[in-house]
């Protein structure tokens, strides 16, 4: 499964790549390949300073080892052995019109000391963050991570839909990081799902990525914006590198098995602004993008 995965993912990783190059016109992914010095590696692709990408990465890597102390407590383990592979991918536009999005897809196997098999899980989702909120653009991502999850479970959705609500919720800040889409994890085998059932989900999910977000990117990639939208998207900004260092699961993971900085820490956004005690203007569409945020919604 491992391997019928990661060659997924190399293949999911060009196309992404391939897509969003043609979206951007200019600028080119460069690719990192790197190794780590515990078992496995990657290949890290990043865009900077294109003309419609300010920063975009996606990568893959596939990763293996001694299960780190700190992971054994929480999986609640004994000298466990690992694997994991994924793509991760954080796209930062340039235009405050277009929305940040996020997405990953995840395999993980755990080993005993003899090397068989003990768990195994999948585990991803996408989710859009905007800096103005276009209700049309957030339907149409929402419906196309419905449309997925329809084609295995009509429950998948609102299942999974809310666990990404409750998951990129600043809780710090009392807000959601964006408008949400699909979170899941810990998708194992069960009496009505095989692993290979799994493998088909996750994989579908993947493959959508392109449709839930290059239109969007098409649709708002020329529309003006003033400096002092610029500079509200920088500020929001600020939030989401806020939860990427305090909350998010995938950034702590990675640092604590000794992963490679640089890969993980891609999905901080190239400038950003902190304001003391910053407030929106009332009625302004910064006010409705904050009040939207207070409190997830049913966008379907």
């Known amino acids: 499964m491992k391997t019928k995965f990661y060659s997924f993912l190399e293949k999911l990783q060009d196309n992404i790549c391939q897509e969003l190059e043609k979206a951007d016109g200019k600028a080119v992914f460069k690719e990192d390949i790197w190794k780590r010095p515990e078992g496995g590696g990657g290949r890290t692709r990043v865009i900077e300073n294109g003309d419609v990408f300010a920063k975009a990465g996606v990568n893959i890597s596939a990763v293996e080892g001694e299960l780190p102390p700190v992971l054994q407590e929480k999986l609640e383990v004994n000298d466990a052995k690992f694997f994991a592979c994924g793509l991760s991918l954080v796209i930062h536009p340039r235009n405050p019109m277009v929305p940040t999005v996020h997405a990953n897809w995840r395999y993980f196997e755990m080993y005993d ?112 914006y003033t400096e002092e939208q610029k500079q509200w998207q920088e500020i929001r900004r600020g939030r989401y590198v806020e939860f990427n260092l305090i909350h998010d699961k995938g950034t702590l993971f990675g640092l604590k098995t000794n992963g490679r900085v640089e890969s993980i820490l891609m999905s901080l956004p190239p400038k950003v602004q902190w304001h003391y005690n910053w407030q929106v203007e009332k009625g302004s569409e910064e006010e409705k993008l904050v009040k939207i945020l207070a409190e ?5």
């Open 113 to 224: 000391t003899d090397g068989n098999i003990t768990d195994s899980w999948f585990g991803g989702g996408q989710d859009l963050t905007p800096y103005y909120l276009f209700e049309e653009d957030a339907v149409h991502f929402h419906k196309t991570c419905k449309d997925v999850c329809d084609k295995f479970s009509e429950d998948f959705y609102p299942i999974f839909k809310k666990q990404c609500d409750k998951y990129f919720w600043n809780t710090h800040r009392n807000e959601s990081r964006g408008i949400g889409g699909l979170f899941f994890d810990y998708l194992k085998k069960t009496d009505d799902y095989s692993l290979e059932d799994r493998f088909d989900f996750v994989t579908s999910s993947g493959k959508s990525f392109v449709e839930c977000y290059v239109p969007i990117v098409e649709k708002r990639k020329n529309l003006a």
């Open 296 to 300: 997830p919604k049913q966008w379907i």
